[in-house]
């Protein structure tokens, strides 16, 4: 990404900040409560291809600035007849692929990614979230994917993420009603893994990202994959892939690591070789 900082960024659209080995990006569009934009989807795919090639951090938040995660997309994107920003038009599946690629990377990166939910999370917003490994919601937050409502299928990854966060029926649900929910409905429906209060919100997934970045890289790098693939494979392929994958960190120094620092009595260091 150009001019792209490991320890920080900004744009009129995203700020980028990393503390030790957790990055955090924030959506920063508070005055439109994070609606997305075409640049902002372009901006968010150059961020996580500058971040899987630093190859420095070890997890990853997303939150939103100001009252909301995000509200969904900006209406501009519609009023601009269209475009793709870069001459060519969003009415063409490579177009809106290369828009799915702002949110793609969540999923891929080899390093753990959680959504921090609070106000809005909303069509564009809620499919982010979806594609982030773990979702933190705050209590009160609405959510709902809501494209139905304006006679378009959710196409940033909504109706591939979401039956497999909540099962086919309730997904179906969701996105046929375009119903509105909140985070406790959110929660016991398992579309988001945490409930926090708004008071713990903030410190709670600094927690959980600093417990994540501590772990093993190879170890969480090879689960998150084993995990993705899994719906890919056989139950016979994901077993081997198991094994090999196992093959890699029982011969990593992090693996010595963990076994001499366990018998030490103190916390690993790990080095992610």
Known sequence: MENFESSGFATDNLRYERDGFVGTVVLDRPEKLNAFTVEMWHEMADLGAALIAEDEIRALVVRGEGRAFCSGIDVSVFAGGGSDGDG?????????QRLQAGFDWLEDAPFPTIAAMHGYA??????????????VAQEGTQMGILELNFGIVPDLGGTQRLPRVVGVGKAKEL?????KIDAAEAHRIGLVERL?????????????????ASRAPLAVRGSKELVN????LSISEGLRLEAETQMVCL???????AMTAGLEGRTPEFKGS
Request: aromatic letters at 8%; charged letters at 25%.
């Open 122 to 135: 909303f069509g564009a917003g809620l499919q982010c979230g979806l594609a982030c490994d773990l979702r």
């Open 88 to 96: 060519g038009s969003l009415v063409d599946p490579d177009a809106i």
């Open 251 to 257: 011969r990593s120094e992090d693996t010595v690591e």
């Open 175 to 179: 996105i046929y009603t375009s119903a």
């Open 229 to 232: 693939r899994s719906f890919d």
């Open 196 to 212: 926090v209060s708004e008071s713990e919100f903030s410190d709670h997934v600094d927690a959980l990202a600093a417990e994540l």
